[in-house]
């Protein structure tokens, strides 16, 4: 079976200053990992994914993850936050081979950064 | 591209009371879905279907249903509205299901109450 947790349900940040959101996983195969953002009153959108290789994903927004194995995580991360980076923010993953096709979506984390 | 589109953005039922949310989406994607997001609950899945001419429950079906009319379109039917079911639901596609590296491509959701 495949899950995801999110052990922060907010993180707040000072504008400038370095942000991660954590996300652990446990998969019985290989891990699909995605993040997503929410902005208010709108869907969640895509921002990076991890599929296999280098296990720091760059993407959208300035946004990176770090893929760590031993510590079944993939925490997000950005060098420097902005006030408009607050959102919320979901972790999700897929279990491949032998998992479900549906990924599994964590509870998601409010990040909220202060000017 | 629109991407995916959803009708209604609001509505407010009276308990008892039937409607259907309306899903397209123009990415020739061939699989679908359905969530629901509650507040401390994160994205549940509702329905899916996984390519046109099929559909399969989720996490949580029971007072759901619903019709993958094309490859566009997925429609949710809710037959006799209960306060429960208030909540925001999005709609989703993604390239195929069981494409374990396609991301999920999301709706704005539709902003349901029920009285």
């Known amino acids: 079976a495949q899950s995801v947790a999110q052990p922060e349900d907010q993180v707040n940040v000072a504008e400038g200053n370095p942000l991660t959101v954590k996300c652990t996983y446990s998969v019985s195969g290989n891990p699909y990992l995605f993040w997503y953002v929410q902005y208010p009153n709108r869907g969640l959108q895509f921002l990076l994914k991890y599929i296999t290789g280098d296990n720091l994903v760059k993407g959208s927004y300035g946004f990176e993850a770090e893929f760590n194995k031993s510590q079944t995580s993939f925490h997000l991360k950005k060098p420097s936050a902005l006030v408009s980076d607050s959102a919320l923010y979901f972790c999700a993953v897929r279990d491949s081979p032998g998992g479900s096709y549906i990924p599994t979506f964590g509870r998601g984390t409010s990040l909220i950064v202060h000017p | 591209n629109a991407g995916v589109t959803q009708t209604p953005k609001f509505q407010v039922l009276k308990t008892g009371q039937s409607m259907t949310l309306q899903c397209a989406q123009d990415m020739n994607h061939n699989s679908m879905y359905w969530y629901r997001q509650d507040p401390g609950m994160g994205l549940r899945l509702i329905y899916y279907?996984?390519?046109?001419?099929?559909?399969d429950k989720g996490e949580v079906p029971n007072g759901y249903n619903v019709s993958r009319l094309n490859k566009r379109e997925f429609s949710l039917r809710l037959e006799s509205a209960a306060p429960s079911q208030t909540s925001v639901y999005f709609c989703?596609?993604?390239?195929?299901?069981?494409?374990?590296?396609?991301?999920?491509?999301f709706g704005n959701g539709t902003r349901l109450t029920v009285t």
């Open positions: 989703a596609s993604s390239v195929d299901w069981s494409s374990y590296n396609s991301p999920l491509h």
């Open positions: 279907s996984a390519s046109e001419g099929t559909t």
